[in-house]
């Protein structure tokens, strides 16, 4: 059983940057895509991005395209997700998730574990 543990959220201001990662444990890491997403209170959780299982695969939300980078390293077990150029907009808990597969989806459901997320604050 997969263990996912995020790391790096913050109050950060408009403009500014953070860098989030997720520490997983448990089963083969690099046989499984990645994802992340975001929730502010009231709304459904949002897809923010993903990653496959290799790494060669990578997709984004139009709202962060641009801005947001994923990446992974299978060797330490972790994936990243570099913000640049953070709007209050992106204000919300994230959550890291894995998917059993190589291959990523932007639909939450079909993800299998997921950490217990880090807030997110970007001040205007």
């Known amino acids: 059983q997969a263990q996912l543990v995020e790391s790096g959220g913050g109050l950060v201001q408009a403009g500014g940057s953070l860098r989030l990662s997720c520490a997983a444990s448990g089963g083969t890491f690099s046989s499984y895509a990645m994802g992340w997403f975001r929730q502010v209170p009231g709304k459904e959780r949002e897809f923010v991005a993903s990653?496959?299982?290799?790494?060669?695969?990578?997709s984004y939300a139009d709202s962060v395209k641009g801005r947001f980078t994923i990446s992974r390293d299978n060797a330490k077990n972790t994936v990243t997700l570099q913000m640049n150029g953070l709007k209050p907009e992106d204000t919300a808990v994230y959550y890291c998730?894995?998917?059993?597969?190589?291959?990523?989806?932007?639909?939450?459901?079909?993800?299998?574990?997921w950490g217990q997320g880090t807030q997110v604050t970007v001040s205007s």
């Open positions: 990653i496959s299982g290799t790494g060669a695969s990578t």
């Open positions: 998730a894995l998917r059993r597969t190589f291959t990523t989806t932007k639909v939450p459901e079909r993800y299998d574990y």
